[in-house]
């Protein structure tokens, strides 16, 4: 018998406009690619990131995290996507607010807005536009490993600072600029 070997399985869909619940399971279904998540060059010093094929035509990305690093607050403005942590745990700090689109440079938050979660390894989450967040790997001692996926890909990036409850528009970077 020869060796049978199976390749990943397609994504659900063909669509060119695959779902937040595609790009979820397709995150998913890559983290727990033990081989591909182990080709990942990591740094000590910072984060490292190879790009992927994402479902449907959406942009994806393999990424390493050393402790004590984290994105920073931003959006995704109208992508929606997905993560899921392949490797030690992340931490993902939210807003449940559509922020405004623009004409805006600083907004003072309600104090019920911020949304905390941990996701440890083998776990994911989806999102949907205008999402706005901050991703973190909070270890002393382990480095991260995720994927993620968006769609449409990601035309631009809205950074912000956070001081308290007030939040302030601090550039827009396209993607090249982000990693
Ligand atoms: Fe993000």
């Keep these: 018998m020869?060796?049978?070997?199976?390749?990943?399985?397609?994504?659900?869909?063909?669509?060119?406009?695959?779902?937040?619940?595609?790009?979820?399971?397709?995150?998913?279904?890559?983290?727990?690619?033990?081989?591909?998540?182990?080709?990942?060059?990591?740094?000590?010093?910072g984060r490292t990131w190879v790009r992927l094929d994402g479902p449907g035509g959406s942009e994806a990305w393999?990424?390493?995290w050393p402790?004590?690093?984290?994105?920073?607050?931003?959006?995704?403005?109208?992508?929606?996507?997905?993560?899921?942590?392949?490797r030690g745990t992340l931490t993902e700090n939210a807003l449940a607010v559509r922020l405004p689109a623009g004409g805006w440079k600083t907004l003072e938050l309600a104090d019920d807005l911020d949304r905390s979660r941990r996701l440890p390894e083998g776990t994911g989450r989806a999102f949907g536009r205008h999402h706005v967040h901050e991703v973190l790997n909070e270890s002393t001692d382990t480095h991260a490993v995720s994927v993620h996926a968006y769609y449409p890909p990601l035309p631009l990036i809205r950074r912000f600072s956070r001081t308290g409850p007030v939040l302030r528009l601090e550039q827009v970077e396209r993607p090249e600029e982000w990693q």
Aim: hydrophobic share 35%; charged share 20%.
């Design 2 to 45: 020869p060796l049978h070997v199976t390749p990943l399985p397609p994504a659900l869909s063909s669509s060119p406009s695959p779902t937040s619940a595609e790009l979820l399971d397709f995150v998913r279904r890559t983290a727990a690619d033990k081989e591909l998540v182990d080709s990942l060059p990591l740094d000590p010093e």
């Design 62 to 64: 393999l990424i390493g």
């Design 67 to 86: 402790p004590g690093t984290g994105t920073g607050w931003h959006d995704h403005a109208e992508s929606l996507g997905a993560f899921a942590t392949a």
